[in-house]
């Protein structure tokens, strides 16, 4: 994550987002009804995967490339996983099957767009008009990047570290079914949910199924993240955790249509 973060804020001081905007306002106005900086978070967002939309939000609100309004439209869609992580982790290792580990990735990324497109229609008083920050010199953005980045890190390894040690109490000192433990440990962290997935007798169909509900929730661990990192701004964590809801229902669904389109 960490060079990520430090290009992310290089991109945002030195007139990337600009470009993107160009190119893809249109777009993201009618799609998603956003002005085309929020394209930047979409986009980095889908490459690194969370809590990194947060980051990327929180950000770009700071320096008024967004409004308020925007930030809590966009903080609901763009919890997105790392793609190879889904792909090379969920697909190859925890179902056994790359193709299904596809299929998880569509409906993953499919769920944001459509919760996305839904609240398309949202009021927002303004969308963002950029103002023209005084240009900064490459090591007062660098020292500012590096500072923030280790910020944001130090919040995302220490819930990790909490809730890596929250499953291992439950696993140890609890004896509890095996499912309940998946239950437990994918609504903790969902890492750890994923490798007990692993272990379970399930048929890969079923293995991918779970595998998108775990990761379009996202987990405590990621949502305390989340939490963390907007803490200090008006955006509402309520709209992440509703979403989060939402998908956890909605990909699913799409994983199913999609398997059934392709076996026909």
Do not use: W
């Not at 090379?88 to 790359?98: L, Q, T």
């Not at 990621?222 to 309520?238: E, F, G, N, P, W």
Request: positive net charge; contains cysteine; aromatic residues 14%.
């Amino acid at each position: 994550m960490l060079p990520f973060y430090i290009v992310s804020d290089l991109l945002v001081n030195y007139g990337f987002i600009d470009i993107l905007a160009f190119i893809f306002n249109n777009l993201i106005k009618k799609i998603f009804g956003l002005s085309g900086n929020a394209s930047f978070v979409i986009f980095l967002s889908m490459l690194t995967g969370f809590p990194s939309s947060a980051k990327y939000i929180k950000s770009l609100l700071d320096n008024n490339f967004i409004s308020i309004e925007e930030a809590n439209k966009l903080i609901r869609f763009t919890h997105f996983s790392n793609p190879l992580f889904i792909i090379n982790v969920i697909g190859s290792i925890i179902i056994g099957n790359k193709t299904l580990g596809i299929f998880v990735l569509l409906s993953h990324y499919l769920s944001n767009f459509i919760i996305g497109f839904i609240y398309r229609t949202e009021k927002i008083k303004d969308i963002s008009t950029p103002q023209k920050n005084a240009q900064k010199s490459l090591s007062e953005v660098l020292t500012k990047s590096f500072l923030e980045s280790f910020n944001s890190l130090l919040i995302v390894l220490g819930s990790l570290i909490t809730f890596s040690l929250l499953t291992k109490i439950v696993y140890y000192y609890f004896d509890l079914l095996p499912i309940l433990n998946l239950i437990i440990e994918s609504i903790l962290e969902i890492t750890q949910g994923l490798f007990k997935l692993k272990t379970m007798r399930f048929s890969p169909d079923i293995k991918a199924l779970i595998s998108t509900m775990i990761i379009s929730f996202g987990g405590l661990c990621i949502h305390m993240q989340v939490s963390s990192i907007l803490a200090d701004t008006k955006i509402k964590y309520k709209n992440y955790l509703i979403s989060r809801i939402f998908q956890t229902i909605l990909a699913p669904i799409i994983l199913i249509i999609l398997l059934f389109i392709y076996r026909i």
